[in-house]
Nanobody, 123 residues
Framework: QVQLVESGGGLVQAGGSLRLSCAAS????????VGWYRQAPGNERELVAG???????NYADSAKGRFTISEDNAKNTVYLQMNSLKPDDTAVYYC?????????????????WGQGTQVTVSS
């Protein structure tokens, strides 16, 4: 059973930084793609940053130049470094990993989500 555990959220003043982590545990053969999403109250969940299967990174316009997504495949962990934080960045941040895992002898691809971590940026 694969699980994603997020950490690193918290309260920070505008202009500050936070680093989010998302560690996957369980039987994992391959990480296909990863992403960080966020959802503010009353808003839909939106993509903040992602790494494709081919290793390319992509960012929401609001994150470009301030956020950096990275992954450590040896640790099955994805990071989101967030700098120059703004009050508009306040949201619950969710990690998503598209993984190849197994059920018995059967391998299959599946999307897993973390539990979410609150990021609050004060003005």
């Amino acid at each position: 059973q694969v699980q994603l555990v997020e950490s690193g959220g918290g309260l920070v003043q505008a202009g500050g930084s936070l680093r989010l982590s998302c560690a996957a545990s369980g039987t994992i053969f391959r990480i296909n793609s990863v992403g960080w999403y966020r959802q503010a109250p009353g808003n839909e969940r939106e993509l903040v940053a992602g790494i494709t299967t081919g290793g390319s990174t992509n960012y929401a316009d609001s994150a470009k130049g301030r956020f950096t997504i990275s992954e450590d495949n040896a640790k099955n962990t994805v990071y989101l470094q967030m700098n120059s934080l703004k009050p508009d960045d306040t949201a619950v941040y969710y990690c998503k990993q598209d993984l190849r895992t197994t059920w018995g002898t059967i391998e299959f691809d599946k999307t897993f989500w973390g539990q979410g971590t609150q990021v609050t940026v004060s003005s």
